[in-house]
């Protein structure tokens, strides 16, 4: 197959040092067959409607943040793969790798990765807490759903600059809080914290400017109502 491409690609080459690249495309021999795209990765839907989540996040935010923002990190990242000639790769394997390599992956992974849990970690109206094994976790951790709450939006409020707040299962099989810069994860091997995120909550101003301007906090106390702990206790209980 990587024969076949590179022979691909020299014929192309030739093609075009001899001046007749563009006049034996069209029609004769279609474009994609010379020019192997690596689409690995594709936008996932959303899991609801762009309006689905107001009024606590309202739907041009969600529209531009998932069809522009979301769609720039999988675009850039695919580029990018191909770039390196990359074979399938998943985007968990790339960032438990990350070191090696470059800055354009770790960042196009890092928000392909981010985006696509953030989205499934929010549902319309919310889904509650209580009586899941990640509730009583999450009491005997951090004392009450409330102080870990207040834990968490300090996190996310603290963090300077764009970035990420998270609740992970780190190494230790402990939940803790952490953040990181730009589209940093913990799934990332140069990660502060290691672990597995449970919860992932995203502060670039992107996420939130256009309702709330810069008042983080009010973007944060709306987003909790829409927080999906249904799926913050399967990916916990996947866990175990
Ligand atoms: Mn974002």
Not at 16 to 35: D, H, Q, R, T
Not at 87 to 112: D, F, P
């Amino acid at each position: 197959m990587e024969k076949q491409n590179k022979s691909r690609r020299d014929f192309v080459k030739q093609a075009a040092l001899a001046g007749f690249g563009g006049m034996i495309l069209p029609g004769i021999i279609k474009a994609e067959s010379f020019f192997p795209h690596n689409t690995q990765f594709s936008l996932p839907p959303l899991p609801y409607a762009y309006d689905a989540l107001e009024p606590h996040i309202d739907k041009l935010t969600m529209e531009i943040h998932h069809s522009k923002h979301h769609k720039g990190y999988i675009d850039n990242l695919n580029k990018a793969l191909v770039e390196i000639n990359a074979g399938h790769v998943t985007v968990e394997q790339l960032c438990g790798n990350i070191s090696t390599y470059s800055t354009t992956i770790r960042n196009n992974a890092g928000g392909h990765y981010n985006h696509s849990l953030f989205w499934s970690l929010m549902t319309p109206g919310g889904k509650k807490i209580d009586n899941t094994p990640i509730d009583s976790v999450i009491k005997t951790t951090f004392g009450s759903i409330e102080n870990f709450k207040n834990k968490f939006t300090d996190a996310a409020m603290k963090h300077f600059g764009s970035g990420w707040a998270w609740l992970i299962v780190n190494a230790d099989k402990k939940l803790q809080i952490t953040s990181t810069p730009n589209q940093d994860n913990p799934l990332m091997n140069i990660s502060e914290a290691v672990g597995t995120p449970l919860l992932a909550l995203d502060v670039w101003e992107h996420a939130y400017y256009l309702k709330h301007q810069n008042k983080r906090a009010d973007y944060i106390n709306a987003w909790w109502n829409v927080v999906n702990w249904e799926k913050v206790n399967t990916i916990f209980s996947t866990l175990k």
